[in-house]
T-cell receptor, first 110, second 115 residues
Framework: SQQGEEDPQALSIQEGENATMNCSYKTSINNLQWYRQNSGRGLVHLILIRSNEREKHSGRLRVTLDTSKKSSSLLITASRAADTASYFCATDATGNQFYFGTGTSLTVIP | EPEVTQTPSHQVTQMGQEVILRCVPISNHLYFYWYRQILGQKVEFLVSFYNNEISEKSEIFDDQFSVERPDGSNFTLKIRSTKLEDSAMYFC?????????????FGDGTRLSIL
């Protein structure tokens, strides 16, 4: 299966701390994307990293990709209460399919 | 900012009944998708649609499911004879071009409850 798996399943931190989530996948990919899902809402795209990229930044987000280990990490720096959400990685291999992982539930305590 | 809209937000249907979930993708997008998320589980791909035909579909998307773009704006998912296990959140998404290198924009979903 192509599906990604996030780790940890749940993470609870204090506001201002950094949060790191990991994603592992099984087959070769074209790109890997991270999405956020607030409770009861749809997924919001955060960042896309291509298979030939190793690191990408967007605001307080930093994503790394290690294709040799088939893994990616999402770092949220200086977390805020509003960052509380579930975070999913999504991978594609070929065609127009996306495979989402199981998600990391992040709670940022004010 | 343009967004994907889905209606209804919550649909309650008797088992065995047909249900149609509606989506209005972002207007200049060409690729459309349906996903489902059973409560507490991962988001699962159902189908992708481009140029008025299905591009890909998953094993979940069996003969009970169909998709249609009946006009220039709507994109619908029909479940012909609903089962209890069809209860889930159904998300529509669209993207400007195909999946590689392009983010997908998601609606807020339709919660489908089968009684």
């Amino acid at each position: 299966s192509q599906q990604g798996e996030e780790d940890p399943q749940a993470l609870s931190i204090q506001e201002g701390e950094n949060a790191t989530m990991n994603c592992s996948y099984k087959t070769s990919i074209n790109n890997l994307q991270w999405y956020r899902q607030n409770s009861g809402r749809g997924l919001v795209h955060l960042i896309l990293i291509r298979s030939n990229e190793r690191e990408k930044h967007s605001g307080r987000l930093r994503v790394t990709l290690d294709t040799s280990k088939k893994s990616s990490s999402l770092l949220i720096t200086a977390s805020r209460a509003a960052d509380t959400a579930s975070y999913f990685c999504a991978t594609d291999a070929t065609g127009n399919q996306f495979y989402f992982g199981t998600g990391t539930s992040l709670t940022v305590i004010p | 900012e343009p967004e994907v809209t889905q209606t209804p937000s919550h649909q309650v249907t008797q088992m065995g009944q047909e249900v149609i979930l509606r989506c209005v993708p972002i207007s200049n997008h060409l690729y459309f998708y349906w996903y489902r998320q059973i409560l507490g589980q991962k988001v699962e791909f159902l189908v992708s649609f481009y140029n008025n035909e299905i591009s890909e579909k998953s094993e979940i998307f069996d003969d009970q499911f169909s998709v249609e773009r009946p006009d220039g704006s709507n994109f619908t998912l029909k479940i012909r004879s609903t089962k209890l296990e069809d209860s889930a959140m159904y998300f529509c998404a669209s993207s400007e071009t195909g999946v590689p290198y392009q983010p997908q924009h998601f609606g807020d979903g339709t919660r489908l409850s089968i009684l």
